[in-house]
């Protein structure tokens, strides 16, 4: 058998000779965080890569968290902002650390988004955000989203983490709703090993949030806001700038991995992979697949503990929910999203990245048709 482990992941990386030569003028410079001349140059590609109408519309991050956290942060929200448990425990954790009130909607059972028949519902006169998440790369219903949030005058950010370089209808992901934030983590389509980005509409939201990623000091002489340090350094920018130059390849393989999956898993009884979108042009960040243990006649755990002899890890996303965190004491509810919680129970992500061979990916569905009644 292999002996090497197969992860849900594996982080893409430029060659070392590249990366060297992107980074070699950080030695004359000595230039290395602070806004420097490859943070400009990422910035510069990143928007047009994204689709955004300038790069005026956009701000790079420590991190995905942290450019959510301060684009909450930068809209100065108060009360109750709408969001999804379905996701990971950053997005609920920026509205709470915000000291704003997450309320759960569930979420649709086919795309995992947020089941906007359900939206209207909880808005109360405490709401002031929607907090929805493209998750898995799918993309929410933005139409719905946006007509509610115009009705009721609220803002909407989405948490794009894992929607990077995707388009409907040949938009940008990072166009949608008043903010869209994305995370360049080592785990995500495209790193910068750590790193985010944060795109709005409204440059003075733009304006503050500049500020809050850098200890709210807004000129020589002035400091406007009690901000935090969030800023994307030289060395992150730099392996964005190589990671941009081969993204679309890197894509492409990934959509021969998920070619390869739907292949082989399509039409099992008890499956339900991950939907396909027509409108969107998809990143292939992930491929979750859902056990109906009744039909397929295995369960997910007996799915997870099959792989895990084979040394292949694949992820139980999103399991637990966030409205289950022992973090907030019971104060929340998962029987208040039926619909997530039967997806949190059966859901997992099998590995797919840029360079997981067939022959592995073969290997894998072996292991899952083999389970099937
Ligand atoms: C990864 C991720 C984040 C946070 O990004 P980091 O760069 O790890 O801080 C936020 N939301 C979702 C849905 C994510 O998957």
Redesign the pocket.
Known sequence: MREQQILVTRTSMPAMEEYMKEIAPLWDSHWLTNMGVKHGEFKSMLAEYLKLSSPENLDLLV????S?ELTLQAMDLQGEVITTPF??A??THAIVRNGLEPVFCDIDPVTFTMDCSRLEGLITDRTCAILP?H?FGNICNISEIGRIARKYELKVVY?A??AFGEEANGTGVGNFGDASIF???A??VFNTI???ASCFQDPEMGARLYDLKNFGIHGPDEVSAVGANAKMNEFCAAMGICNLRHIDEEIEKRKAVDERYRLRLEGINGLQLKCIQAEVKQNYAYFPVLFDEGEFGASRAEVFAALERRHVFARKYFHPLTNRFSAFHGKYKDDETPVARHVSQRILCLPIYADLDLETVDEICDVVVNLSA
């Open positions: 991190n995905g968290h942290m959510l996701t990971f950053s997005t998440v998750v948490d983490a894992h995370s360049f983590h785990t995500k750590e790193g985010g």
